[in-house]
Structures are given as C-alpha cells and as structure tokens.
C-alpha cells in the first residue's frame, strides 16, 4: 500500500490550502481514512477521518468548522481542505489508512498505512 501526500506550503493566517493524498496497492474504497499532524517537538495527532463511503466524517475540536475531508472513491484520493488557517496549525500533516476497518476513527495505532507527510506552514 502506497500513500503519497501533497498540496502542502505557506499560507497566510487566514488562507486556505488544500491538501490530497493518493492510494495506491489495495481496495481504496474498502477503507476508512485519515488525516494526522505532527508538530515540531509534538506527538502526532488527530485531524480528521473519513469512513469508506464519504458518509460519516469525523474532525478534531481544533479544526472542526474550518477543516473539511472528503475522499472521490473513483480516484482513490482523499483530500483535506482546509480554511481560516492558523499559525498553530503548522505542522506536517499524514494521510493515512485503516488496515482493517470501514468506519472512521480518531485512533492512531488503528491507521496501519502512512504516506511521507507534506509540511503546512502558517505564517501570522
């Protein structure tokens, strides 16, 4: 299984960016997603999730109301589009897949499959 992620960069406070990330090796549309980040010196944490149909989305409290996942079963891609970004949101951020699991979850240890990261930086 292959992950890759992309669309990250600087913006503004305030902007918006929107990230993607491409599955490749397994039956994308079987599988919830995920979207993780990791700040400098900071443990990896929960963005958002998606279930295998794009019917049930899950958010953190952080981003809920700016950040919106979505996924196009057809291109096996899943995106993060995110606004009103702030400068605490600059982190890498990781797309990633359920090795077992339809449903969406906020768990990290249940994301089994993990693409390189793509840097989002918000500048004040």
């Known amino acids: 299984v292959q992950l890759q992620a992309y669309g990250g960069g600087l913006e503004q406070a305030g902007g918006s960016l929107r990230l993607s990330c491409a599955a490749s090796?397994?039956?994308?549309?079987?599988?919830?997603m995920g979207w993780f980040r990791q700040g400098t010196e900071k443990e990896r944490e929960f963005v958002a999730a998606v279930n295998w149909s794009g019917g049930s989305t899950g958010y953190a409290d952080s981003v809920k109301g700016r950040f919106t996942i979505s996924r196009d079963n057809a291109k096996n891609t899943v995106y993060l589009q995110m606004n009103s970004l702030k400068p605490e949101d600059t982190a890498v951020y990781y797309c990633a897949s359920r090795k077992y699991g339809a449903s969406w979850s906020s768990y990290l240890d249940e994301y089994d499959y993990w693409g390189q990261g793509t840097q989002v930086t918000v500048s004040s």
């Open positions: 090796g397994r039956t994308f549309s079987s599988y919830a």
